[in-house]
């Protein structure tokens, strides 16, 4: 079945340091959602990328998916301490069950 | 507006035992998910009710797990009987439309511990 990888599992930063998580896909993607878990807490929904090639901007966030809709990224810049928590990227496949399948997840740990 | 509520937010139970999650969407939330995220695991889906109907069960693990929507309101997963497998944190999620451009909204989760 359709499988996400995503890395690095941990990430330790220095706040003001950039940070980026990635996500690899075994089969193409019809689109590709980002979520964040802060610590004990539950997955919040970040964005949800659908076209290949697409790059969207939150702030600090920018989200890139790729050409051939396989892979994903997550870059973080200039790091501060409200980021802290576990990224989560899912997608679905064109077919297949309905819910997402999500990558393990990038815990950020930032040093002050 | 509430979001999505799940109960208990912990459970403790010996293996053998019955345990019954809750969870109440948000109102008006047609389709309603559960996951879980076994330790060490990726979050991983169960099933997909759209009102009261079973839309998707492909992801229910075995015949131990029963999830119901009666009334197309609130979903109970019971597991019956537990075993130490099932230990992890059951999520669910809901949206108004299937596949939302707006993702889905998770509630807290209930942490299950097995013993």
């Known amino acids: 079945g359709q499988q996400v990888m995503q890395i690095p599992q941990y990430q330790h930063v220095q706040e003001g340091e950039d940070f980026t998580t990635y996500c690899n896909s075994s089969?193409?993607?019809?689109?590709i959602q980002w979520y964040k878990q802060r610590p004990g807490g539950h997955p919040v929904f970040l964005i949800q990328?659908?076209?290949?090639?697409e790059v969207k901007k939150q702030k600090r966030l920018t989200f890139q998916f790729g050409e051939a809709k396989k892979n994903s990224s997550l870059h973080i810049t200039a790091t501060q301490t409200t980021d802290v928590g576990t990224y989560f990227c899912a997608g679905y496949s064109g077919g297949g069950a309905d819910g997402l399948t999500f990558g393990k997840g990038t815990h950020l740990i930032i040093q002050p | 507006e509430a979001g999505v509520t799940q109960f208990p937010s912990h459970s403790v139970i010996e293996k053998g035992q019955t345990v019954t999650l809750r969870c109440d969407p948000i109102?008006?939330?047609?389709?309603l998910y559960w996951y879980r995220r076994v330790m060490g695991k990726e979050i991983k889906f169960l099933l997909h009710?759209?009102?009261?109907?079973?839309?998707?069960e492909s992801g229910m693990p075995n015949n131990r797990f029963l999830a119901e929507r009666t009334g197309g309101t609130y979903s109970t997963l019971k597991v019956q009987p537990a075993e130490l497998e099932d230990s992890g944190v059951y999520f669910c999620a809901s949206s108004q439309v299937h596949r939302s451009n707006y993702g889905y909204t998770f509630g807290s989760g209930t942490r299950l511990t097995v013993v």
């Open positions: 089969t193409t993607l019809s689109n």
């Open positions: 109102s008006g939330h047609d389709n």
């Open positions: 990328l659908v076209k290949s090639g």
């Open positions: 009710f759209v009102k009261e109907s079973k839309q998707d």
